[in-house]
């Protein structure tokens, strides 16, 4: 089991920056892939980035590209989600979810991720 804990959310300015965090603890595996999605009301959940855990690897919604950057800290198994130029649209729930990786294919699927946080609110005034 792996349990997913997001914090750093909350409501920010047009343009202006946050950042989100997500600590993992319990049985993390090396062969994990670490992603943030997204769900704003009446919608579906949305992938947004996410990062390999053993290479690093990154992969972006071309929504949050050049605008978001994810990284993690393996010593505090601790992913990050850096979001600056932030606009209205990007209003919604933020999750942090944790799966096996299988390629790059599978890694904006939700179906691809076991393991899922409480989701964190980050909102985005014009």
């Known amino acids: 089991q792996v349990q997913l804990v997001e914090s750093g959310g909350g409501l920010v300015q047009a343009g202006g920056s946050l950042r989100l965090s997500c600590v993992a603890s319990?049985?993390?595996?090396?062969?994990?892939?670490m992603a943030w999605f997204r769900q704003a009301p009446g919608k579906e959940r949305e992938f947004v980035a996410a990062i390999t855990w053993r290479g690093g690897r990154t992969y972006y919604a071309d929504s949050v590209k050049g605008r978001f950057t994810i990284s993690k800290d393996n010593t505090k198994n601790t992913v990050y989600l850096q979001m600056n130029s932030l606009k209205p649209e990007d209003t919604a729930v933020y999750y942090c979810?944790?799966?096996?990786?299988?390629?790059?294919?599978?890694?904006?699927?939700?179906?691809?991720?076991?393991?899922w946080g409480q989701g964190t609110q980050v909102t985005v005034s014009s």
């Open positions: 319990g049985r993390t595996d090396s062969n994990y892939v």
């Open positions: 979810a944790a799966g096996d990786y299988t390629g790059s294919y599978d890694v904006p699927q939700t179906t691809q991720y076991d393991y």
